[in-house]
């Protein structure tokens, strides 16, 4: 079977559009070429030899330019992103704590599977039914809903101070 240039370009568009997805979903390196197709999260190299690393039960993983993809899961891709993806599964990540393009495999490695396989920082967030937010088109009250635990706090300190 051949690639689906169709998707690919969807794909790539998905990716440009959106800022949260021109990065990796785990450790923020620019231009990620790689994702998860029952995730909704785009992710570098490197962060997705981790993914294949766990299993196809928790994370199924596709080039976006190499491998070929189905309508549907263009269609997760498009719906998710990595904006509620992260809302979901970093939901109670602190700020400061993650990984860089710059860590080793190895903590990556420690990262990913505390992320993906103990769902660490997993939080059933409410999230918009309708689209994916873009940068600057989600009001700050809703946008508050998709913020880590640290981020909801410095938000509610800040609104405090102003009153």
Partial sequence: MHAST???????????????NKKCADCNKS????????????????????????????????????????????EFMRSMGNYKHNALWAAFLDAGIGIRPTSSMRERDTFIRLKYER??????????????????????????????AAQRAKVRRERAAKE
Avoid at 10 to 20: E, G, M, P, R, T
Avoid at 34 to 51: D, K, V
Avoid at 128 to 140: C, I, M, T, Y
């Fill in 119 to 148: 769902k660490k920082w997993w939080s059933q967030v409410p999230l918009p039914k309708n689209k994916q937010p873009e940068e600057d088109d989600v009001p700050a009250e809703q946008q508050e809903q998709f913020l880590t």
């Fill in 6 to 20: 169709t998707a690919h370009r969807d794909l790539a568009k998905i990716v440009q559009s959106n800022k949260y």
């Fill in 31 to 74: 231009n990620p070429t790689w994702a998860s197709t029952n995730l909704g999260c785009f992710m570098c190299l490197e962060c997705s030899g981790i993914h294949r690393a766990i299993g196809v039960h928790i994370t199924k993983i596709k080039s976006i330019t190499l491998d070929k993809w189905h309508p549907h899961e263009v």
